[in-house]
C-alpha cells in the first residue's frame, strides 16, 4: 500500500500532466504511430546505473520508475566502485522490479559492455563532469545529478563532449521541469513582471548530521574499492573513508553549499533572466559552529551582480545566504521588480513594495503594482536531509527520457549546467581569495581581484 507522501507524489504528477500536457504524447512531441512503435520494439532503452546513492534510492529510482513502463526505459546495470554498493544495487533493483541487473566493478567496465543506451549518474560532486563526458563520448545519453562540475577545466570537457557528440545531457536541475517554476519563467519573459532589480535567496536548516555517515565510514575498508579511481584527476592522497563518503564536506571533491544547493537555486536567476553568469561576486563563509574536522563552510553568503557586459547602468542584485546551524528563514527564492514580488516560497505574484502613487508622483511617475496571482501547480523544493522522490524530480526525469526518445534538448541543457557551475565557482573563489571575482567572457576564465 502507498504512503500519503506517495500518494500525494503521483497525484501532483497527474494533476501537472493535465494542467501543463508535460505528460501528454504532444507535449513529448512523439504522435501515436512513432509511440506505437516505442513500445512494440522488442528492445527496450537500457540504462545503467553510475554510483548507487542515496540519492539514487531513494529519489532517482523511483522517478525513473514513475515512467519506465509507459516509455519502455529498464535497468540493466550498476557501476559502482564499492564492492558493498555494487551488491545492494542489485538486491535493490531485484526487489524492486523483479530483474536481476549486471553488476561493474567500474565505468570502463559498463562502457566496454554492449547493448546500454544511456546512464544515471549520482555519485560524488567532483566526478559527475568527467563521468559524464567519459560516458557520451562512449555512446551514452546521460543524466547527471547537480553540480554539473566543481571546476571550470571539467566543466569545459563535459560541454565539449556534449557538443561534439549530440548526445542529450540532463543536469539535475529539477526546478526547470516544474510546472510552478516554468510558469514563473514565462511570467517573468512575458513582461509583465518588469524588469527583476533584486533576488534574495535563502537556504537554511540546523542539521550538525547534514553529509555525515559516521557508521557507513567505520564500516568502508579500502581494500573493497578502488581510492586511485575515486580520486580521478583530483591530487593522489592517502585512503580516508570521510572524504569517501562524506566528500561534501571536503575540497576539492565537493565545494559544499555551493555546488550541493546554491547551484539550484543560482539556476534560475539564469533562466529566468535569460542571462549565462554573474558580472562579478563577493562572498564570505566559514565554519561557525560545526567544527567536526570539515573542511567546506557551514555557513555562506554573496553578493552577485548581474547584466549585460556592455552596459553597467541596466542589471540587477541577487543576495544569496545558507547556513547549517539555524534552520529560522528556510529556503526563500524572492524576485522583485519596481511593480511588487515573486515569491517562490509561497508561490505568489503580488504588489508588495511595488511604487506606490504617493511615491511616483514626486518622480512624474504612476503607481506601477503588480496584480496578484498564484503560479500554476505549486510545490516547494524540500530541505530534509533525505529528499526523497519529489515531484519535481519525477517530471525531470520524464523529460530526459523523452528526450532520450525524440533527441530534443532536455530542460536542463549542459549549456544550463555549465552557468550554474560558473556561478558556483565564481563564489567559491571569490570565498576563499577576498577578492571581487569576475568572468572574462573571451578566455572562459574566473578572474579573482
Not at 573542511?295 to 542589471?315: L, Q
Not at 571581487?436 to 578572474?447: G, H, L, P, S, W
Request: charged share 20%; net charge positive.
Amino acid at each position: 500500500m502507498e504512503n500519503n507522501s506517495e500518494n500525494s507524489r503521483r497525484s501532483f504528477i497527474k494533476k501537472a500532466s493535465l494542467v501543463t500536457g508535460v505528460m501528454g504524447l504532444s507535449a513529448m512531441g512523439i504522435n501515436a504511430k512513432s509511440y506505437s512503435r516505442i513500445i512494440g520494439a522488442n528492445d527496450r532503452v537500457q540504462v545503467g546505473i553510475i554510483g548507487f546513492s542515496n540519492r539514487f534510492k531513494d529519489s532517482l529510482f523511483p522517478s525513473f520508475m514513475d515512467h519506465a513502463k509507459k516509455l519502455n526505459f529498464e535497468f540493466v546495470g550498476v557501476s559502482d566502485i564499492w564492492n558493498r554498493r555494487q551488491n545492494e544495487a542489485q538486491a535493490f533493483v531485484k526487489s524492486k522490479t523483479g530483474n536481476s541487473i549486471k553488476i561493474y566493478r567500474n565505468n570502463d567496465e559498463l562502457h566496454a559492455a554492449k547493448g546500454i543506451d544511456a546512464v544515471i549518474i549520482s555519485t560524488a560532486d567532483f566526478q559527475h563532469a568527467l563521468m559524464s563526458a567519459e560516458a557520451v563520448r562512449n555512446g551514452k545519453d546521460v543524466y547527471v545529478e547537480k553540480p554539473m562540475a566543481e571546476t571550470l577545466e571539467d566543466a569545459k570537457i563535459l560541454l565539449k563532449a556534449v557538443k561534439e557528440t549530440g548526445k542529450i545531457l540532463q543536469v539535475g536541475s529539477q526546478r526547470r521541469s516544474a510546472p510552478n517554476y516554468i510558469a514563473a519563467n514565462e511570467y517573468i519573459r512575458s513582461g509583465k513582471f518588469g524588469n527583476i532589480n533584486m533576488v534574495e535567496m535563502t537556504w537554511n536548516v540546523n542539521q550538525p548530521g547534514r553529509w555525515r555517515l559516521p557508521k557507513l565510514v567505520s564500516e568502508i575498508r579500502k581494500e573493497d574499492t578502488d581510492w586511485d579511481r575515486f580520486l580521478m584527476n583530483r591530487p593522489k592522497v592517502a585512503w580516508d573513508p570521510r572524504k569517501y563518503l562524506e566528500y561534501r564536506l571536503f575540497w576539492p571533491y565537493s565545494s559544499g553549499i555551493w555546488g550541493q544547493w546554491m547551484a539550484h537555486q543560482i539556476d534560475t536567476v539564469h533562466w529566468f533572466s535569460g542571462l549565462k553568469h554573474p558580472r562579478s561576486v563577493a562572498a564570505n563563509g566559514g565554519i561557525y559552529t560545526w567544527n567536526d574536522g570539515r573542511e567546506n563552510p557551514d555557513t555562506v553568503s554573496a553578493v552577485f551582480d548581474y547584466g549585460p557586459a556592455n552596459d553597467m547602468k541596466k542589471g540587477f542584485q541577487v543576495l544569496y545566504s545558507s547556513r547549517f546551524t539555524n534552520s529560522a528563514g528556510g529556503t526563500k527564492e524572492l524576485y522583485y521588480s519596481n511593480a511588487g514580488m515573486l515569491n517562490l516560497d509561497t508561490n505568489q505574484v503580488s504588489s508588495e513594495g511595488g511604487l506606490q502613487e504617493n511615491h511616483a508622483s514626486a518622480m512624474g511617475m504612476k503607481a506601477n503594482l503588480l496584480t496578484p496571482f498564484t503560479l500554476s501547480n505549486a510545490t516547494k523544493m524540500e530541505t530534509a536531509a533525505n529528499t526523497g522522490s519529489d515531484p519535481m524530480t519525477s517530471l525531470h526525469m520524464l523529460n530526459w527520457m523523452q528526450c532520450v526518445l525524440d533527441r530534443k534538448t532536455p530542460n536542463a541543457s549542459v549549456e544550463a549546467g555549465y552557468n550554474h557551475s560558473v556561478a558556483n565557482i565564481m563564489s567559491r573563489t571569490a570565498m576563499e581569495t577576498g577578492k571581487r571575482v569576475t568572468f572574462n567572457d573571451a578566455t572562459q576564465e574566473v578572474v579573482a581581484g
